[in-house]
């Protein structure tokens, strides 16, 4: 099983509730990246302007250095967006790091964001996350999901990629 993953993906594609849901049937615990943000990074979001490369970075190796500092294996949500993000992660992580990446037409991600209730990140910002946005590479420990099936046969399809079931 692998020991440390991050499910991944622009804004409003379902990251923690795959993330919740792959705690539930691994009983690996999940951790939302959101809440690893520094306030001045979700004040910037909530007042729609998309973080810059050097807001994320302090973030990034936080969310790395959570994986560093985890005795047992550990899930994160974060958007990873760019392959120098998920290298960032890894470096702090010191270890191997899967990635999960959900991923979705605009149109299905942005009729999800309209949908959420108390969120900090406006869907003014979708745009911006979407132009961010570098494909896994090849090299790249990854599993691709498509999100528009229900949240059950995405939950199992990151199952098999974590026990190492998938081809």
């Known amino acids: 099983m692998t020991r440390y993953a991050i499910v991944m993906g622009v804004s409003g594609c379902g990251k923690t509730s795959v993330g919740e849901g792959l705690a539930q049937s691994t009983g690996i615990r999940f ?14 979001m ?18 790395g250095r959570e994986f560093a500092n985890s005795p047992a294996p550990l899930i994160i949500g974060c958007s990873a967006l760019k392959r120098g993000y998920r290298d960032m992660i890894r470096h702090h992580a010191g270890a191997m790091v899967s990635f999960i990446h959900l991923s979705g037409s605009r149109e299905i991600i942005a009729r999800r964001m309209q949908a959420r209730k108390n969120h900090f990140m406006p869907p003014a910002l979708l745009d911006s ?38 081809p």
């Open 46 to 63: 909530s007042a729609g302007t998309p973080l810059t490369d050097e807001d994320r970075w302090p973030w990034l190796e936080l969310i």
């Open 129 to 166: 996350q979407f132009a961010a946005l570098e494909p896994l590479a090849a090299d790249e420990d990854s599993v691709s999901i498509d999100i528009d099936q229900p949240l059950e046969a995405i939950i199992a399809q990151a199952t098999r990629h974590l026990e190492g079931k998938t």
């Open 31 to 44: 951790v939302d990246g959101d809440a690893l943000h520094p306030k001045a990074n979700v004040d910037k």
